[in-house]
């Protein structure tokens, strides 16, 4: 027997079978006589929906009734990935899943492989806010999350001769089971326009006339925790044609015209940008921050006047994440709700922002600082320019006070840049208006006090913090690794750590016993299997799994220097092409994968990609080389490609030069997954170092202090003979395109070596070496590798939840009974 109150759904196979075919029945529309694996699995994932479903309405009722504080996650990136496989571990129920469809002929697996990605984001800082909801749901935090619902996710890759090629990535075209289109909870968002006075009960406001409206639309996404009812919300704005769009065509009679223009409204939640931090001031980027901003800010301010008759406890209930510098008009916004619209007045409003607002960068470089036209910015959104203005003069005011006429700090720190193009520093607003300022990874906190933000640590050294990234073990480990996630049950003996990390660190007790390494190289073996297969599907390459699988996969980038993993396999093919017998048979053998997108309009990067197939092609089809060294390139990297790859990896690369990786999280990933890593003191790895121990990893590299007397150095800088050789090698054409590779090769030579591939190849090369020689005891590989697991339990996003709910929401847990 049960109650209303505890659900319909239930989940035992039969259940769950009824479940299925009503769906294949009525939601899917096949006759369930005849249905395929595609419509199997829509069938499938709308029985696990209804489930979800209901955990959100429980969780949501229950917060409602409640009203503890909550927490808003303003992102303009989700990296969420698949959803099936996750939300049926979340939610308790994948073995009676399995069971129910191996009853009705179906495999779970194969239907999950039906699934295609939600890549509605870039790399690191948009998987993270996937990690971080998970983590948000699964310790019962009230939290919502907010985004863009793109029509377009990031581009796919597709290689055509070694070169990338980009394609729309038309995710929604076979419907999306997983989100919940809410027609009725929609805003109107307005652009453009004037500004006037105007006077109300004696005193004078600033009063918005727009010029173009545009509706945007909900979009929810249940998110399940962890062994917990909870389900939080991920709400995605689309924007529609609003009834105010484009009035005048209607008025002046022309119809079609009016029609068609409605439709363009819709182009602001059309595509992702691609991550290009040099790429500014585009106006359609721009309107859609302001887009997702103000629906999600009308949106949470309705929510608390639902229950709130006035301000006064607003800052009781409210935190406002914002991920980067990307949404943070919202600050803008809340400002000149609160100022015009509630008229709370300029101290109060002002007040209120600061309360509540809380910002992380994920940025090193200065000059990847977000910047806005003042031209563009007054066009678009001329009353938010006047509020912004208004902010700058007071705290300029504050720094004279503070600081007399110290002119040059005044400029370095105004949220206005003067120059040739006047703008606004989207950071420094940021940092004025928000109580914490977080990074990403100490060495990151350590760049921000002493060269990014330092003046503004000077003024407020408590503002600024640092949380050091997790990822979620849910989707790492449990999801992606079900044979590693049973060997760590069986000897840890529970499966509490999938909800308390930190009892992984009882596996190191076990490092050297020699029942637990079998089993640990048999999880090995059997991931290996699944990647090899994978790759011989993609590149008709047979690879050997007796072979070393090293492995680089994330954004190309110069500073993550995949160009210097390919320099290293080059002078590992000429040292095996001149090798004789007997030497070639200590060789340890390699496969090396390299996968990730360049950006569309980043040259260089997409030289790299070249360079990668060009030099695989020459080494994949040396005879003479064999099962000794292979080199495959992944195209389309994404989170469902990273599930697959991270487990079968032996040895992964994080070589970026140090002092330019804010944090790093793919490392996280690899770490939990026992593979070793080869990496420079660089972001979180200099954490990850303290965790498992140097010995446990290769490292090399220049440290971030070193850095700079290096670049100073420019050409004189010491360079080994092996470097000029493989540079050579490319210049030269021995990989053929030799005009292509020039100006590759150009950025690494001639003093101009700003990523210092010259000045690390050496210590990449003897890290390498280190890492060959530990391979060959696979004991001690063994070893290391379940050390790497047991050490991996600080870098769940668990944790870095648990720190940023203490130190800057300042929310409790509030868990829906069962
Ligand atoms: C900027 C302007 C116009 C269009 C797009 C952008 C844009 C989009 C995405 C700029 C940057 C990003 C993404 C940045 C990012 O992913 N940063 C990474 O964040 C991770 C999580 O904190 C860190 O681990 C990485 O070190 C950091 O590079």
Known sequence: MFGLMDGFLKNDPVSLQKDIVYHVEYTVARSRFSFDDFEAYQALSHSVRDRLIERWHDTHQYFKKKDPKRLYFLSL??????????????????????????????????LAEQEGDAALGNGGLARLSACQMDSLATLDFPAWGYGLRYQYGLFRQIIVDGFQHEQPDYWLNFGNPWEIERVQVSYAVKFYGTVEEEVSNGSNYKVWIPGETVEAVAYDNPIPGYGTRNAINLRLWAAKPSGQYDLESYNTGDYINAVVNRQKAEIISNVLYPDDRSYQGKELRLKQQYFFVSASIQDIIRRFKDVHDNFDEF??????QINDTHPS????????????????????AWDIVCKIFSFTTHTVQPEGLEKIPVDLMGSLLPRHLQIIYD??????????????????RHARMSIVEEGAVKSIRMANLSIVCCHKVNGVSRVHFELLKTRVFKDFYDLWPLKFQYKTNGVTQRRWIVVSNPSLCAVISKWL???????NIDLLAGLRDYASDADLQQEWRMVKKINKMRLAEYIETLSGVKVSLDAMFDVQIKRIHEYKRQLLNVL??????????????SDRRKVVPRVCIIGGKAAPGYEIAKKIIKLCHAVAEKVNNDPGVGDLLKLIFIPDYNVSVAELVIPGSDLSQHVSTAGHEASGTGSMKFLMNGCLLLATADGSTVEIIEEIGADNMFLLGARVSEVPALRDQGASVRVPLQFVRVVRMVRDGYFGFKDYFESLCDTVENGKDFYLLGADFASYLEAQAAADLAFVNQEKWTRMSI????????????RTIEEYAEQTWGIEPCKCPF
């Open 787 to 798: 050390l790497s697991t047991s050490g991996s339990g600080r870098f769940s996003s668990d």
């Open 493 to 499: 003996g529970t499966e509490a750590w999938v909800r």
């Open 329 to 348: 008009l919202a600050i803008i916004e809340v400002m000149r709700v609160l100022f015009d619209e509630e008229h709370l007045g300029w101290d109060k």
């Open 77 to 110: 990136e989700f990296l969420m990935g698949c959803s099936l496989s996750n939300s049926v571990i979340n939610l308790g129920i994948r073995d009676q899943y399995v069971d129910a469809l191996g009853q009705l002929g179906f495999e779970f697996e194969v």
């Open 315 to 320: 800052t009781e209930k409210i935190a406002l």
């Open 391 to 408: 902010i700058n003069y007071k705290f300029m005011e504050e720094l004279k006070k503070k600081f007399g006429q110290d002119y040059s």
């Open 568 to 581: 290293g396999i080059i002078h590992r093919y000429d040292c095996i092409k001149s090798m004789n017998e």
